[in-house]
Each structure stands twice: as C-alpha cells, then as structure tokens.
C-alpha cells in the first residue's frame, strides 16, 4: 500500500487514480495521519458486500429480538420522550 500525503496526491491526482486502477490501495494523509483511502473497484465491492452482511446479521437479531421480547410501538417511544 503507498502512502501519500494529500497535498502530493492533489498535484497528481491522475496517477493515483491509475495506481487503484491497477489495484494498488493508497492511503492520503494530513500531518502524518490516515484521513482517507482510494482503493480498487473491486476493494470497494468487498467492503460494501462485508457491511451488508454484518446489516443482515444485525437485521436477523433485531427479529429474533422482538419475536422473544415484543416491540414498543413508535408512538409509545415519542410520548415518552416528550415528542
């Protein structure tokens, strides 16, 4: 993985794109500190198929959750917090 610092990759902003292109992941920095990542497509493509994963897990134990416990309804949350 290259490192850069924002300003560097701003002046040539092209070949940083190229690189991910190519699938090189590029960390941007400020002051010595990671603020940023240009990753391949298919990087991005993981990521976002991972966090869906993770939601659905979330999802299935809120279900099971309510299936075990009940729900409040809505109405019943805003009157209790004055809304």
Do not use: C, Q
């Amino acid at each position: 993985m290259t490192t850069l610092e924002t300003t560097i990759a701003r002046k040539d902003f092209a070949s940083v794109v190229k690189a991910a292109g190519k699938g090189e992941r590029v960390l941007l920095t400020r002051h010595g500190k990671g603020v940023a990542a240009i990753v391949p497509a298919r990087d991005l493509a993981y990521l976002r198929a991972l966090e869906d994963k993770i939601d659905r897990k979330a999802a299935d134990a809120a279900l099971v959750d309510v299936a075990k416990n009940g729900a409040v309804r809505w109405a019943t949350i805003k009157a209790r917090l004055g809304l």
